[in-house]
T-cell receptor, first 114, second 115 residues
Framework: DAGVIQSPRHEVTEMGQEVTLRCKPISGHNSLFWYRQTMMRGLELLIYFNNNVPIDDSGMPEDRFSAKMPNASFSTLKIQPSEPRDSAVYFC????????????FGDGTRLSIL | AQSVAQPEDQVNVAEGNPLTVKCTYSVSGNPYLFWYVQYPNRGLQFLLKYITGDNLVKGSYGFEAEFNKSQTSFHLKKPSALVSDSALYFCAVREPSGNTGKLIFGQGTTLQVKP
């Protein structure tokens, strides 16, 4: 079975540029989560969706960050404009919200803002 | 508010020895508890979970965890460590109702298994 698919795996761009990260959740999963991981702050939940609807975006650092889920098989996380402090590994995870099912993580996008 | 604590940043153990990675939690009601492992340049991988039932839960790669309600702990264990078990381990908790699968993660514990 295909797991959670994230693209790109690596992104290097200059400060001020727009960055778009993409995620394809596991088919049939109805919850989707975006995380950010850094050495300093560890693993942080940015936003999560249930049935394509944003439920909690309190972890989104500021207005430069936005996330969408136009359908059950695709989500994007956008940073505009990007800043060097946004450099991190961004993970997408999905789960089936039933009976304590675990989240399944993609392998992440390593983002470097120069 | 629910929270998870992993009191050790790093655990060192010799190959073949038993290992324990500690986790304590704070949550209202009966928790759903999870352990994940992260290898370099990879996402978190699910190891095991406790929802209800037997306090000793068995998971992938020979790992197990013991749920202790009185001590609010969910320590990860393995009888005999392998060098390949060296990785970053996360404990997580979810309240059983009222949300849609959101997990609260601990800060992670690096396990180093030496030959």
């Amino acid at each position: 079975d295909a797991g959670v698919i994230q693209s790109p795996r690596h992104e290097v761009t200059e400060m001020g540029q727009e960055v778009t990260l993409r995620c394809k959740p596991i088919s049939g999963h109805n919850s989707l989560f975006w995380y950010r991981q850094t050495m300093m702050r560890g693993l942080e939940l940015l936003i999560y969706f249930n049935n394509n609807v944003p439920i909690d975006d309190s972890g989104m650092p500021e207005d430069r960050f936005s996330a969408k889920m136009p359908n059950a098989s695709f989500s994007t996380l956008k940073i505009q404009p990007s800043e060097p402090r946004d450099s991190a590994v961004y993970f997408c995870a999905s789960s089936l919200d039933r009976g304590g099912q675990p989240q399944h993580f993609g392998d992440g996008t390593r983002l470097s803002i120069l | 508010a629910q929270s998870v604590a992993q009191p050790e940043d790093q655990v060192n153990v010799a190959e073949g020895n038993p290992l324990t990675v500690k986790c304590t939690y704070s949550v209202s009601g009966n928790p759903y508890l999870f352990w994940y492992v992260q290898y370099p340049n990879r996402g978190l991988q699910f190891l095991l979970k406790y929802i209800t039932g037997d306090n000793l839960v068995k998971g992938s790669y020979g790992f197990e965890a013991e749920f202790n309600k009185s001590q609010t702990s969910f320590h990860l264990k393995k009888p005999s460590a392998l060098v390949s078990d060296s990785a970053l381990y996360f404990c997580a908790v979810r309240e059983p109702s009222g949300n849609t699968g959101k997990l609260i993660f601990g800060q992670g514990t690096t396990l180093q298994v030496k030959p």
